[in-house]
């Protein structure tokens, strides 16, 4: 009906006398977050607005909850169940499938190919339907069609941006309807999205040569979350030779994640030259002068002590320790 008689409405009134608005308001619930909460007498309701939906996922989940309150009821003589909540099973992959649909919809052709690898099945029917964007997102020469509702929950920046408090570029709707046009600088179409498919799906596959721009962009656009992801992507980089790298990316962005697993790579390989992380952390303490202790140094003794285990361990460790301190002392620094 959205995409006949209802096309185009910005407002649909439903009259029928068998919709009843709290079943109607549980299955709008179900369908944004995937789970619902609803009295046991609006289920009758509610599972004949799943059969009419077609939602046949939700019409099994209430049948079997159904079943388990009546088999409750009738093993606990004198018991009243007055709601029943479904909620999606850990790991269940509907509900983000779902979103990764509309999400796929508003990439650009020839962004899709591998960058949509999804770690499960997702159909390829997404001409099949409607998408019904209301904010296209103008990135380099690539146009994103996306809903407003997605990117102003998940993002405060995108939020004061489409809200009207602050502007990059904008265009006005053409006559034909198209939606409104907001164009978006210091940021690739490739980087995009990834934010876009996170956005929609709370899930990208990020490898870790796109992390770096990825880091940037999620925290311009203030998504802590796809933050962490990067963070996560960036830890499969620990080498000899880029920790020292990846370990001021995370201090600079705040990963603490990160930041400690570039602490315990170092503790694991003291034979390698530190010196320069080391005195760039203790010249922020100094500058600070919160204390005299040095929390790269802090970090990488816990790790050292903490592998420890075994007596020929225990061995390893002071000479580790031993090394990292000459190397303080080398440095300068007393802590």
């Not at 650009?108 to 390829?124: H, M, N, S, V």
């Not at 390698?272 to 600070?288: H, L, N, T």
């Amino acid at each position: 009906a959205l995409g006949t008689r209802w096309r185009d409405k910005g407002v649909v009134v439903l009259r029928h006398p068998l919709i009843n608005p709290v079943a109607f308001g549980a299955l709008l619930q179900y369908l944004y977050t995937g789970h619902l909460h609803v009295g046991v007498e609006h289920l009758c309701d509610l599972q004949r607005l799943a059969k009419q939906c077609h939602l046949w996922d939700l019409l099994g989940d209430l049948e079997a909850k159904r079943e388990k309150v009546s088999e409750f009821v009738a093993s606990k003589p004198g018991t009243c169940v007055k709601a029943v909540t479904i909620e999606p099973a850990p790991g269940d992959p509907r509900l983000r499938r779902d979103f990764a649909r509309l999400a796929e919809r508003a990439l650009p052709a020839e962004l899709r190919g591998d960058l949509w690898e999804l770690p499960f099945p997702c159909p390829d029917d997404s001409d099949s339907f409607p998408s019904r964007p209301d904010v296209c997102f103008r990135v380099g020469n690539c146009a994103f069609p996306c809903h407003k509702a997605f990117f102003c929950g998940r993002s405060d920046y995108f939020r004061a941006l489409l809200d009207g408090h602050f502007r990059e570029t904008e265009e006005e709707p053409g006559t034909s309807g198209d939606p409104q046009t907001v164009a978006l600088s210091g940021v690739s179409p490739e980087t995009f999205a990834h934010v876009l498919r996170y956005v929609y799906s709370d899930h990208t596959e990020l490898p870790p040569e796109a992390a770096y721009d990825v880091l940037g962009a999620a925290d311009m656009y203030l998504l802590p979350g796809l933050k962490r992801l990067c963070g996560r992507s960036l830890a499969q980089l620990l080498h000899e030779d880029t920790v020292v790298g990846v370990w001021r990316v995370a201090k600079l962005f705040h990963l603490a994640r990160l930041e400690d697993q570039c602490a315990q790579f170092m503790a694991k390989v003291l034979d390698k030259d530190f010196a320069e992380a080391v005195r760039e952390e203790a010249a922020a303490v100094a500058s600070r002068q919160e204390t005299d202790s040095i929390p790269l140094v802090d970090d990488i003794r816990f790790h050292v002590a903490a592998a420890a285990q075994t007596h020929s361990a225990a061995a390893d460790a002071q000479r580790r320790l031993r090394a990292l301190q000459d190397l303080l002392v080398a440095l300068g620094l007393d802590c």
